[in-house]
């Protein structure tokens, strides 16, 4: 088991969370079911699959969920280049947002490779 709030990765995708949640309370009230919430409901789901796999009994448990989160990332990627299209994002929000979210990516692969690098040797 792992204390997720000591990993590096969940502390930026909770501050990823956070500055996109700046930004959607932006977005236009008529977004509040559309687009605003799918991409609030994807950056969450970036920690919360990081916690939730810290808290499986082993790597490859855990692995599975940082796939998750992951994916969410990736979804979230694709709903920022939407929001920026529609014009409900800025182009300096939207490079911030995408470089931020990239970099938790990053993160996340590696730690993944890493823990499967790791169950394969045991």
Known sequence: MHNFKELRVWKEAIELAKLVYRVTSLFPQEERYGLKSQVNRAVVSIPSNIAEGAGRGSDKEFAQFLKIALGSAFELETQLI?????????????????????????????????????????
Do not use: C, H, W
Request: a positive charge; hydrophobic letters at 35%.
């Open 82 to 122: 939407l929001a920026e299209s529609f014009g409900f994002v800025n182009k300096p929000q939207y490079s911030d947002l995408t470089q931020k979210n990239e970099g938790v990516q990053k993160m996340l692969n590696g730690f993944i490779n890493m823990l499967d690098k790791k169950s394969r040797v045991s």
